[in-house]
């Protein structure tokens, strides 16, 4: 059977970890979240020789727990973060094109209200710089307040003086690391996961760094010119192995899911709490809406999960902007993630809210040649990892310029309006049918309500290095966030253990592994 997507598995996976030690790499990249995906096909497209290694699965830490917008991000302008909110407005319009399907432009609701923050002047003003920083490919549309009424009815309507429809994008966040992924490796790059980098030795011509296979227990070491952390809010648990200081402030953030059938919004939606200076959003995703987010400290990252006390403040917060009650019991998912923010000059605890912590990214090279890049946001992936690999071009030189600025992520643009399947898959869901042949599924779904296929779980086995179940249900799909049900667990363990030839024992270890991930998520705060 003939495939456009090349092969990137268990097996590819294997062979490159047997010959690992006996390649010279100019870097190593530590870390398969958004910010290493983006440096490795950055740096392999410059023609560098990159290995990348995951610790778990691609997209295991924050970039599967953002709130998935590709956006300027219209508080920090509050905060004056100008600089911040042009570029990522720059990077929105870039990767709209050159990400299409992937990054899909949504409208953005912004109800106002009588003595209430922020003031219609105010955010006008704030959507016009906001207009400006797209060189006004964009135009915010203010609504009266019966315009408001009669087109967005879900909206609480007391003290309503009218709204402001503004737009930014949407994106799969998992689906953006493991699409950049798979280009890197198209283009040469050897991306791992499952294996983690556990110590480094610094030698004058570059670096050793041992690596532990998280599926076999074994390890090895490989040199490399460069080092490149991105382990996101793990970033100084590595500059620890270097006896290097601390240089991040953690916040998590969680988001709570209903079936979109209790809160059957269109577009998404921005509510304003003037009490802890900060917004939340509402947002439709496929069968569900969610809601979110928080920004509490947390110490280590392992702790983050979605608790009673953040559901009563969403709740709480959602109830006051629309007239349709959101209720505790029709919550039936949530997902949390840590901020990897740089800690602020001064103690956090001094500042009036953490939300004003920025989000601005920092590179540091500390020592020679190890370089740290830290902060960001999910929209400023592509330009970080720009900036980064320049830096990198201060040892080492590069057959190429930076080719991420105009090439499309799959290597060719996307044309026309996609459909489901191309949504999630671009210009390989050919891939998908040519699977479902292979194995005579016939478009068999996973579950009913869901349009998702037995045939994309054999397509994240063999072309996206789906090792467990949990990396199709959670970061391949959006099977997890759709719906918790263990026959759907099952459904996928099953085809899991066939294709992967694991046994009985496995399939046990793997069900009960994936369901303790489900319970996690909805004990916290059930
Ligand atoms: C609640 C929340 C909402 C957000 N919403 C948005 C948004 O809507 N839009 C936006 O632009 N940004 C948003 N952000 C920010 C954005 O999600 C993050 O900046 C981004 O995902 C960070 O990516 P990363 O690759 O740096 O880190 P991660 O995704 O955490 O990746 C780091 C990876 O390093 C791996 N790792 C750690 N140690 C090792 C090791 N020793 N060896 C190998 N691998 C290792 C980890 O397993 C992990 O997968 C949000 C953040 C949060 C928390």
Same mark, same amino acid.
């Given at each position: 059977m003939e495939f456009i997507s090349p092969q990137f598995s268990f097996v590819t996976r294997e062979e490159a970890w047997k010959t690992l030690p006996q390649q010279k790499w100019d870097v190593v990249i530590i870390g398969g979240g958004i910010t290493g995906a983006a440096c490795a096909r950055d740096a392999q497209l410059r023609g560098l020789k990159v290995l990348?290694?995951?610790?778990?699965? &691609?997209?295991?830490?924050?970039?599967?727990?953002?709130?998935?917008? !590709?956006?300027?991000?219209?508080?920090?302008? @509050?905060?004056?973060?100008?600089?911040?909110?042009?570029?990522?407005?720059?990077?929105?319009?870039?990767?709209?094109?050159?990400?299409?399907?992937?990054?899909?432009?949504?409208? &953005?609701?912004?109800?106002? +209200?009588?003595?209430?923050?922020?003031?219609?002047?105010?955010?006008?003003?704030?959507?016009?710089? +906001?207009?400006?920083?797209?060189?006004?490919?964009?135009?915010? /549309?203010?609504?009266?307040?019966?315009?408001?009424?009669?087109?967005?009815?879900?909206?609480?309507?007391? *003290?309503?003086?009218?709204?402001?429809?503004?737009?930014?994008?949407?994106?799969?966040?998992?689906?953006?690391?493991? %699409?950049?992924?798979?280009?890197?490796?198209?283009? *040469?790059?050897?991306?791992?996961?499952?294996?983690?980098?556990?110590?480094?030795?610094?030698?004058?011509s570059g670096f050793r760094t041992r690596l532990q296979n998280r599926l076999s227990g074994k390890e090895c070491v490989v040199d490399s010119k460069l080092i490149i952390n991105c382990a996101g809010p793990f970033s100084d648990s590595i500059r620890k192995l270097l006896k290097l200081p601390e240089k991040l402030y953690l916040t998590q953030g969680v988001h709570f899911l209903v079936p979109r059938a209790k809160f059957p919004i269109q577009e998404a939606y921005v509510i304003s709490d003037p009490k802890q200076d900060r917004i939340l959003f509402a947002i439709p995703w496929n069968s569900t809406t969610y809601f979110g987010t928080t920004d509490t400290p947390v110490k280590e990252v392992k702790e983050a999960r979605a608790t009673k006390e953040d559901l009563e403040y969403v709740i709480q917060e959602v109830n006051k902007a629309f007239n349709l009650p959101l209720r505790k019991e029709d919550v039936f998912q949530s997902w949390a993630a840590v901020r990897p923010l740089i800690?602020?000059?001064?103690?956090?605890?001094?500042?009036?809210?953490?939300?004003?912590?920025?989000?601005?990214? %920092?590179? !540091?090279?500390?020592?020679?040649?190890?370089?740290?890049?830290?902060?960001?946001k999910l929209t400023s992936h592509r330009e970080m990892a720009e900036e980064a690999i320049d830096l990198l071009g201060e040892r080492i030189s590069f057959a190429r310029d930076c080719q991420t600025q105009d090439l499309p992520l799959q290597g060719q643009f996307f044309e026309g309006e996609a459909n489901?399947?191309?949504?999630?898959?671009? !210009?390989?869901a050919p891939d998908i049918a040519a699977w479902d042949k292979a194995k005579n599924?016939?478009?068999?779904?996973?579950?009913?309500?869901?349009?998702?296929?037995?045939?994309?779980?054999?397509?994240?086995?063999?072309? %996206?290095?789906?090792?467990?179940?949990?990396?199709?249900?959670?970061?391949?799909?959006?099977? +997890?966030? %759709? @719906?918790?049900?263990?026959?759907?667990?099952?459904?996928?363990?099953?085809? &899991?253990?066939?294709?992967?030839?694991?046994?009985?024992?496995?399939? /046990?270890?793997?069900?009960?592994?994936?369901?303790?991930? +489900?319970?996690?998520?909805?004990?916290?705060?059930?």
């Amino acid at each position: 059977m003939e495939f456009i997507s090349p092969q990137f598995s268990f097996v590819t996976r294997e062979e490159a970890w047997k010959t690992l030690p006996q390649q010279k790499w100019d870097v190593v990249i530590i870390g398969g979240g958004i910010t290493g995906a983006a440096c490795a096909r950055d740096a392999q497209l410059r023609g560098l020789k990159v290995l990348l290694v995951e610790a778990d699965d &691609f997209a295991s830490g924050t970039s599967s727990g953002s709130s998935k917008l !590709i956006h300027g991000g219209v508080r920090y302008l @509050k905060n004056a973060e100008f600089k911040l909110v042009f570029t990522a407005i720059q990077e929105r319009e870039r990767l709209t094109r050159l990400y299409a399907p992937f990054v899909q432009p949504i409208p &953005f609701v912004f109800p106002t +209200y009588t003595r209430k923050f922020p003031p219609r002047w105010m955010l006008n003003m704030g959507l016009h710089m +906001y207009d400006a920083f797209s060189g006004f490919n964009e135009h915010h /549309q203010n609504l009266t307040r019966n315009e408001s009424i009669e087109r967005y009815p879900l909206l609480e309507d007391k *003290g309503l003086t009218g709204s402001i429809v503004y737009r930014d994008a949407f994106a799969e966040d998992y689906r953006l690391v493991i %699409e950049l992924i798979k280009s890197a490796h198209r283009s *040469g790059a050897t991306c791992l996961n499952r294996v983690a980098a556990v110590s480094f030795e610094n030698l004058n011509s570059g670096f050793r760094t041992r690596l532990q296979n998280r599926l076999s227990g074994k390890e090895c070491v490989v040199d490399s010119k460069l080092i490149i952390n991105c382990a996101g809010p793990f970033s100084d648990s590595i500059r620890k192995l270097l006896k290097l200081p601390e240089k991040l402030y953690l916040t998590q953030g969680v988001h709570f899911l209903v079936p979109r059938a209790k809160f059957p919004i269109q577009e998404a939606y921005v509510i304003s709490d003037p009490k802890q200076d900060r917004i939340l959003f509402a947002i439709p995703w496929n069968s569900t809406t969610y809601f979110g987010t928080t920004d509490t400290p947390v110490k280590e990252v392992k702790e983050a999960r979605a608790t009673k006390e953040d559901l009563e403040y969403v709740i709480q917060e959602v109830n006051k902007a629309f007239n349709l009650p959101l209720r505790k019991e029709d919550v039936f998912q949530s997902w949390a993630a840590v901020r990897p923010l740089i800690k602020p000059p001064e103690k956090p605890e001094g500042a009036k809210s953490v939300s004003k912590v920025s989000r601005e990214h %920092e590179i !540091i090279e500390e020592p020679e040649g190890f370089f740290h890049v830290l902060g960001g946001k999910l929209t400023s992936h592509r330009e970080m990892a720009e900036e980064a690999i320049d830096l990198l071009g201060e040892r080492i030189s590069f057959a190429r310029d930076c080719q991420t600025q105009d090439l499309p992520l799959q290597g060719q643009f996307f044309e026309g309006e996609a459909n489901d399947l191309e949504r999630r898959y671009g !210009i390989f869901a050919p891939d998908i049918a040519a699977w479902d042949k292979a194995k005579n599924l016939g478009r068999m779904k996973i579950t009913q309500d869901l349009p998702i296929t037995a045939a994309e779980i054999y397509y994240a086995i063999h072309h %996206e290095m789906a090792i467990d179940p949990i990396d199709f249900l959670r970061r391949r799909s959006s099977l +997890y966030y %759709e @719906k918790a049900d263990p026959k759907i667990i099952e459904a996928v363990t099953k085809i &899991f253990a066939q294709e992967l030839k694991h046994d009985q024992s496995w399939y /046990q270890a793997s069900l009960k592994s994936s369901e303790n991930i +489900y319970a996690w998520d909805t004990e916290g705060f059930k």
